[in-house]
Structure formats: structure tokens, C-alpha cells
T-cell receptor, first 114, second 113 residues
Framework: NAGVTQTPKFQVLKTGQSMTLQCAQD?????MSWYRQDPGMGLRLIHY???????DQGEVPNGYNVSRSTTEDFPLRLLSAAPSQTSVYFC?????????????FGQGTRLTVV | AQSVTQLDSHVSVSEGTPVLLRCNYS??????LFWYVQHPNKGLQLLLK??????LVKGINGFEAEFKKSETSFHLTKPSAHMSDAAEYFC???????????FGTGTKLQVIP
């Protein structure tokens, strides 16, 4: 099992550009989520999905879109990149939506918007 | 509502000495509590979790944590630090809903040889 795979690992964007961060898991997990990690702020939830075709907003959803057409994939789209979106992005998956379930994380995408 | 406070942003210990990383939480419901570790340029990995069973929870790599409801704490400990323990550690609280996850701001552990 590869676990949770994120691509790319690094990306530099110009302000106003769009891009898609890819996330795939091979564990048949029901629940997937995207976080951003900023210094001194821990991880904050952007969007999450409880199954194919079902997504919802987390704590900081503005400027991001998601979709979940398959169980395996959960891409995150930046519509028009802004310097405030410079961050490290983590995708995570869990086998259950229940709150006592551990999350498995990808290795992250380090995004810089100039 | 829920929140989590990691009381130290940086902790420095000598190799072979005990480790204590402090975490306090608040939650309106019986929480699940987790500790994750993040090594440099890596994703987060689960160390241990508390889900209303035994209050003393043992995790990987010799770490353990004790859930103390009266003190609303979930401190992470290890008897003897190893160089490979140098990383950032996150305390996480979940009050039961899949979207209701709150991360602490992290504690960076430095291990001095």
C-alpha cells in the first residue's frame, strides 16, 4: 500500500494563476480531508469529504474548491492564487467518519505564491 | 466548542532524559484525543490516541500519554529521549463529529546529544 499520495511536493505560482493539488489514497477510506499548515497555527481544515460525491467546507474554505468523483481521489483546486495561500497543504484520509478514528496523512505540498 | 492548547512551542532535552510535552484541552463532550508526530518535511504520523477506554495510553516508540479529565490534560511523555525523537508534535482533540477536529499549534522537540 502506498497510503496517501500527494503531488506535486513543491510548487511556485504567480498571483492569479490556478492549479490543482492531487491527492490519492489506496486504503479504500471513506473520509478524506485537506488541511493547510502555517507556522504557529497548527493545521486548519479546508474541505472534507465523507464519500464519493459528497464534500463540505471546513474552517478555511475560501479560495479553494474540491470534488470527489471516486473513493480514491480528492483533488484541491486553487481558483486564483493569492500570496495568503502560501502554505504547506496536507491531504488526509480515515477509514471512518467517526471522531475517534485516526487520520493518515500524505507528505504534503509546499506551495509558494509570488 | 472545543479547543486545545500546547503549553510549550519548543522543548529541549538531553538524549537519555525524560520527555514531557504538555497539552490541555476543552470540550463540551467526551473527547477523543490524539498525539501526532511530524518529522521534518514529512507528513503527520499517529503516535497514540485516547477514545474513552484506558486513561493511560501507550503509543509507538515508547511514548505514552495520560488522560486526566479533572485537569483537562493529555500530556505526552517518554522515559528516555532518543535523537530520532527530534520532531514536531501535535495534540489533537475531536468532540465526536468528523469535521470537528482541532489541532494544537505544535511543540518542537529538540534532543541534544
Amino acid at each position: 500500500n502506498a497510503g496517501v499520495t500527494q503531488t506535486p511536493k513543491f510548487q511556485v505560482l504567480k498571483t492569479g494563476q490556478s492549479m490543482t493539488l492531487q491527492c490519492a489514497q489506496d486504503m479504500n477510506h471513506e473520509y478524506m480531508s485537506w488541511y493547510r499548515q502555517d507556522p504557529g497555527m497548527g493545521l486548519r481544515l479546508i474541505h472534507y469529504s465523507v464519500g464519493a460525491g459528497i464534500t463540505d467546507q471546513g474552517e478555511v474554505p475560501n479560495g479553494y474548491n474540491v470534488s470527489r468523483s471516486t473513493t480514491e481521489d480528492f483533488p484541491l483546486r486553487l481558483l486564483s492564487a493569492a500570496p495568503s495561500q502560501t502554505s504547506v497543504y496536507f491531504c488526509a484520509s480515515s477509514y471512518s467518519r467517526r471522531g475517534n478514528t485516526e487520520a493518515f496523512f500524505g507528505q504534503g505540498t509546499r506551495l509558494t505564491v509570488v | 466548542a472545543q479547543s486545545v492548547t500546547q503549553l510549550d512551542s519548543h522543548v529541549s532535552v538531553s538524549e537519555g532524559t525524560p520527555v514531557l510535552l504538555r497539552c490541555n484541552y476543552s470540550s463540551s463532550y467526551s473527547p477523543s484525543l490524539f498525539w501526532y508526530v511530524q518529522h521534518p518535511n514529512k507528513g503527520l504520523q499517529l503516535l497514540l490516541k485516547y477514545t474513552s477506554a484506558a486513561t493511560l495510553v501507550k503509543g509507538i516508540n515508547g511514548f505514552e500519554a495520560e488522560f486526566k479529565k479533572s485537569e483537562t490534560s493529555f500530556h505526552l511523555t517518554k522515559p528516555s529521549a532518543h535523537m530520532s525523537d527530534a520532531a514536531e508534535y501535535f495534540c489533537v482533540v475531536n468532540s465526536g463529529g468528523y469535521q470537528k477536529v482541532t489541532f494544537g499549534t505544535g511543540t518542537k522537540l529538540q534532543v541534544i546529544p
